[in-house]
């Protein structure tokens, strides 16, 4: 790596986080005197004392800063900006007044499909162990599709201080490392590390204890550019472009189809919260807020370094690395409610109270 790659990245990196650490005590104010404050106390919520919303709009401001000084102009970032205004602006609007989840669902897909029909950013083919796939004309629903997720993945997360942004930092870090070495200095390098240090200011003010959180307009913009840097990568039309974003993701990813698969057993909405996700698990176990986190952080930063390994070392050993972590992500389902609420659920109640008739007989 020579100095001026090094200097390069570290402007990538410092200028956006400067900037944002600056701008957020400010975003502060405007979040109380426009009222974008969450005043949720108690219940599945974490906090115990109203907290502004709005650290999405430093987090976007910080990356647009970092685009004017380092990016360059073109139809496909055109559109990566205008659907992040999108998804900026009906986050703020959610932050503010709490939309119903199908007018958010609504913006998202807006945002996703100038990405798609003006960005021309598609995940149109790919191959792997011999093969050649071109998705043709599914390849616009299946790109729209993996946003969406991408967004979602990183909203259904954001529980507790830290957490969505700590998980996108990690992402950023990940596949900026991987370009970095691999010399792809294109369009998601730069993408990668402002985001890295647009977050990386707003964690200084968003980890326990928090003075902002990142709101809808923060979480739902990360997951955005998340799936914009994914897509980017995978104009190399390899299974590893299409699979290392994902397992970078695994927490939240894991965490939303855990949500999903435990509210359809319960005939719940896939939208209505609970208090089973994997941070709550972990907070039912004793651990504090910030203990949570970081244990997540771990399992994350696990991921992404058997990523690295798998695309820069070793494959053999990247699968070992990967097959241990999700054997642990095994454990962790059978041990908590997860998936399953042990406690209430009919069918573990029948098996508890037959295991307690056994017992008494003998």
């Given amino acids: 790596m020579t100095l001026e790659l090094i200097r390069k990245i570290a402007l990538l990196i410092f200028v956006p986080f400067l900037f944002v650490t600056i701008f957020i005590p400010y975003v502060r104010k405007i979040a109380f005197q426009i009222n974008a404050v969450d005043n949720h106390i108690g219940g599945r919520h974490i906090h115990k004392k109203p907290i502004p919303k709005l650290g999405g709009v430093a987090i976007f401001f910080g990356f647009l800063f970092g685009y004017m000084l380092f990016g360059i102009q073109s139809a496909m970032m055109n559109a990566i900006l205008i659907g992040s205004f999108i ?9 503010i007044t709490e939309l119903k989840p199908m007018t958010k669902f609504l913006g998202q897909l807006a945002a996703a499909c100038v990405v798609v029909f003006y960005g021309n950013i598609l995940l149109s083919d790919i191959s792997a162990f011999g093969v050649y796939i071109n998705f043709n004309i599914i390849s616009y629903p299946l790109t729209i599709f993996f946003i969406l997720g991408c967004i979602n993945c990183i909203n259904f997360i954001d529980g507790l201080d830290g957490l969505s942004g700590g998980i996108s930092l990690i992402y950023y870090l990940t596949i900026g490392i991987i370009a970095t070495i691999q010399g792809k200095m294109g369009l998601d390098f730069i993408l990668s590390f402002v985001m890295l240090g647009s977050t990386l ?12 959180f990142a709101g809808d307009s923060g979480a739902m913009f990360m997951g955005f550019i998340i799936s914009i840097i994914a897509l980017l990568g995978f104009k190399n039309v390899t299974m590893t472009s299409l699979i290392i974003p994902l397992l970078v993701l695994a927490i939240p990813i894991l965490d939303t189809l855990f949500a999903i698969l435990r509210r359809t057993l319960k005939g719940e909405k896939v939208s209505q919260g609970d208090r089973f996700h994997i941070h709550h698990q972990l907070l039912n176990r004793n651990f504090s807020q910030r203990t949570a986190v970081l244990i997540i952080f771990g399992v994350d930063l696990l991921f992404a370094a058997a990523s690295i390994v798998y695309v820069l070392k070793d494959a053999l050993l990247g699968y070992i690395l990967y097959g241990l972590l999700l054997v642990i992500v095994l454990v962790f389902v059978i041990k908590t409610n997860v998936v399953f609420d042990k406690e209430s659920d009919t069918f573990f109640v029948r098996i508890k109270q037959k295991i307690k008739k056994v017992g008494k007989r003998n």
């Fill in 87 to 95: 998804i900026v602006l009906i986050g703020v609007i959610d932050d």
């Fill in 201 to 212: 200011g707003f964690l200084v003010y968003n980890f326990n204890p928090a003075m902002i």
